[in-house]
């Protein structure tokens, strides 16, 4: 996994007390892991951020985040300090993907109160922000193939422009084995939405989610326990899809982050059978 490692001393070095570790790419699309003192209170660009009892917390920026961030901490003594974060600036590519069934690309009236209730699902299922540290295990990929869609990207569906694609797209055969990248909680098990065909998505901790779609079959349940590597689903071609891939994506309390940036380059193949 790259790393971004930076240390702020949060005082000046004679009055120095306390200190915040951040790792990770500071840039559009990514995930921070934040170490600080007991007690410690963090806020995000005006968001109140779950510090664990411990010091951890993670921070996120969005695909759009601006060049600067604020970083405020207060100390359980009433001190106050802010701290600006450089986010790097990324352009982003346009993909063109023809051949989707209309249908999938302008719903009927119909089909609208589905994907209402397929939305309102996803969001309840992300909206879970305990206080577990599943997310100090690390990360890896859930699939190992050709990356055939990345984050970020406009895209243009059969002519249409849509909204951005915010995750990784991984292709490979329907029934690949897919396994959960890191520890965490099934919130969502979803045989058919609309857009996503099968959708599983669990929690790894402090409002941090993985959301995978277009699945053939899912083999957790809601509410069930899972170990990183842990074989959780099949990979698919349901929804709204050309062919059989998965579509791997992170949030964190509302703000959708890349899982490339968590996990690194896609380790090959070959080197991931010999095991």
Same mark, same amino acid.
């Given at each position: 996994?790259?790393?971004i490692f930076l240390l702020f001393l949060l005082a000046a070095p004679a009055l120095c007390t306390a200190s915040v570790q951040l790792q990770g790419e500071f840039i559009q699309?990514?995930?921070?892991?934040?170490?600080t003192e007991p007690g410690v209170q963090i806020t995000h660009d005006g968001e109140n951020v779950p510090v664990s009892s411990a010091g951890d917390f993670l921070i996120g920026?969005?695909?759009?985040?601006?060049?600067?961030?604020?970083?405020?901490?207060?100390?359980?003594?009433?001190?106050?300090?802010?701290?600006?974060?450089?986010?790097?600036?990324?352009?982003?590519?346009?993909?063109?993907?023809?051949?989707?069934?209309?249908?999938?690309?302008?719903?009927?009236?119909?089909?609208?109160?589905?994907?209402?209730?397929?939305?309102?699902?996803?969001?309840?299922?992300?909206?879970?922000?305990?206080?577990?540290?599943?997310?100090?295990?690390?990360?890896?990929?859930?699939?190992?193939?050709?990356?055939?869609?990345?984050?970020?990207?406009?895209?243009?569906?059969?002519?249409?422009?849509?909204?951005?694609?915010?995750?990784?797209?991984?292709?490979?055969?329907?029934?690949?084995?897919?396994?959960?990248? @890191?520890?965490?909680?099934?919130?969502?098990?979803?045989?058919?939405?609309?857009?996503?065909?099968?959708?599983?998505?669990?929690?790894? @901790?402090?409002?941090?989610?993985?959301?995978?779609?277009?699945?053939?079959?899912?083999?957790?349940?809601?509410?069930?326990?899972?170990?990183?590597?842990?074989?959780?689903?099949?990979?698919?071609?349901?929804?709204?899809?050309?062919?059989?891939?998965?579509?791997?994506?992170?949030?964190?309390?509302?703000?959708?982050?890349?899982?490339?940036?968590?996990?690194?380059?896609?380790?090959?193949?070959?080197?991931?059978?010999?095991?």
């Amino acid at each position: 996994m790259r790393i971004i490692f930076l240390l702020f001393l949060l005082a000046a070095p004679a009055l120095c007390t306390a200190s915040v570790q951040l790792q990770g790419e500071f840039i559009q699309g990514g995930l921070i892991f934040g170490k600080t003192e007991p007690g410690v209170q963090i806020t995000h660009d005006g968001e109140n951020v779950p510090v664990s009892s411990a010091g951890d917390f993670l921070i996120g920026f969005t695909r759009d985040a601006p060049a600067e961030s604020t970083l405020v901490v207060r100390y359980p003594d009433g001190r106050e300090e802010e701290h600006k974060l450089r986010v790097a600036q990324r352009k982003y590519d346009i993909q063109r993907i023809d051949g989707l069934p209309p249908r999938k690309v302008t719903p009927r009236e119909e089909d609208l109160k589905r994907i209402k209730a397929d939305r309102l699902a996803v969001k309840k299922a992300r909206a879970r922000t305990d206080d577990r540290l599943d997310f100090l295990h690390g990360f890896d990929w859930p699939v190992t193939g050709r990356i055939s869609g990345v984050y970020g990207s406009q895209r243009i569906l059969n002519g249409k422009p849509k909204w951005p694609h915010y995750g990784v797209d991984i292709a490979g055969p329907v029934g690949t084995p897919v396994r959960a990248p @890191g520890d965490g909680v099934v919130t969502l098990a979803h045989p058919d939405m609309f857009y996503s065909g099968a959708t599983l998505i669990m929690d790894h @901790g402090h409002g941090l989610s993985s959301t995978f779609l277009h699945l053939n079959r899912i083999l957790v349940k809601e509410g069930q326990a899972v170990k990183k590597g842990q074989v959780v689903a099949e990979m698919g071609a349901s929804g709204r899809v050309t062919g059989p891939h998965l579509d791997w994506r992170m949030n964190l309390r509302g703000k959708r982050l890349d899982p490339q940036l968590v996990v690194g380059p896609m380790p090959s193949q070959r080197a991931e059978k010999s095991k």
